[in-house]
């Protein structure tokens, strides 16, 4: 589309979640000007209530972690989800792949035109698929398992007649109902009892990414490649220290209010973001310029540091 250029700046779509988060927060109109995005790191010049300003920091940890070919692949969903005007942040579960061809473009376009809003603001944008479940043994009552329900093994231990393998690697991210979760490792449980289970039985399961929507003026994607390990949390630590030192060196505003940071990262499930336990570990002095210090990942913005009530011109009581 004309004036938009893919793959796109993960740091714009940063900064207008993080409007669309503080002016919910403090009740204000918030507007963004003099936008200026280079290396990972974008500024802009806030205006609050149309009377303050507010400068904002948005540090892109996204990008440094990205490679050719994932670039590649976001900029290919981006301009399929473009074309069929969809307005919407979408996030990569970390280690899924990015749709580069028909007919799963317009899968994924359909599914996240059928996405519903939860309670959060968020969207989950389900995918179907399925899970494998093949009987190793006759002993024993486990059942080892491969991929995204790796982290629910102890839901079946005890439960199933015998030793089990589950493949379920099409899984990244599970929806977030608690109760749809449970009726998927009991459907692992019932199909653990089937006569026919050792040539294995297929059992459908719903791999659910997460999305923003309405306000962004294009289509966003975000994530990074590859699963998390040990080497994954070493690198964000090295470009997160980078991008604080670029920000530093940076010419500060003349005038404004306040100052504000934010990181963007990546991360399965918005809970288990590792961006606050890194800046922690950081050097204080690296974003003790900073009146607020907030961080985004699976579509929602968390306030790691903020000022008490009232202190801020633009927190008073409306009226």
């Known amino acids: 589309m004309p004036g938009r250029t893919y793959p796109s700046d993960p740091a714009q779509a940063a900064q207008a979640l993080f409007v669309r988060w503080f002016g919910g927060h403090y009740a204000r109109s918030t507007a963004a000007e003099a936008v200026e995005s280079r290396d990972g790191v974008l500024r802009a010049r806030l205006t609050v209530g149309r009377r303050w300003s507010l400068d904002l920091v948005v540090l892109d940890t996204l990008t440094p972690a990205a490679d050719f070919a994932f670039e590649t692949a976001r900029a290919t969903l981006e301009q399929r989800l473009d074309d069929a005007g969809l307005d919407v942040v979408l996030w990569i579960p970390r280690g899924a792949e990015i749709p580069t061809f028909e007919p799963a473009l317009s899968d994924i376009a359909a599914a996240i035109e059928e996405a519903e809003d939860g309670e959060d603001g968020r969207a989950e944008v389900r995918r179907p698929v399925e899970v494998n479940l093949r009987r190793v043994g006759t002993t024993g009552s486990v059942v080892t398992v491969l991929g995204g329900l790796s982290s629910q093994w102890a839901q079946f231990t005890n439960k199933v007649p015998g030793s089990f393998q589950l493949q379920s690697a099409a899984i990244h991210r599970l929806p977030l109902d608690e ?17 026919d289970i050792e040539e294995g039985k297929r059992i459908p399961a719903i791999d659910a990414w997460t999305a923003n929507r309405g306000g962004f003026g294009r289509a966003y994607v975000l994530g990074i490649p590859g699963v998390e390990n040990d080497e994954s949390a070493a690198s964000l630590r090295r470009n997160l220290r980078t ?3 670029r920000a530093g060196e940076m010419e500060p505003p003349e005038s404004v209010d306040a100052r504000a940071l934010l990181v963007l990262g990546a991360a399965t499930y918005a809970e288990d973001e590792k961006l606050s336990w890194s800046l922690k570990g950081m050097d204080p002095r690296l974003y003790a310029a900073f009146d607020m210090i907030t961080v985004a990942a699976d579509g929602v913005v968390k306030p790691l540091l903020q000022p008490a ?7 008073a009581p409306l009226g």
């Not at 009530?309 to 927190?315: I, M, N, Q, V, Y």
């Open 309 to 315: 009530r009232g202190s801020l011109p633009w927190d």
């Open 179 to 195: 109760g749809e979760r449970d009726m998927l490792m009991q459907r692992v449980v019932s199909a653990a009892a089937q006569p």
């Open 243 to 245: 991008l604080l030192k």
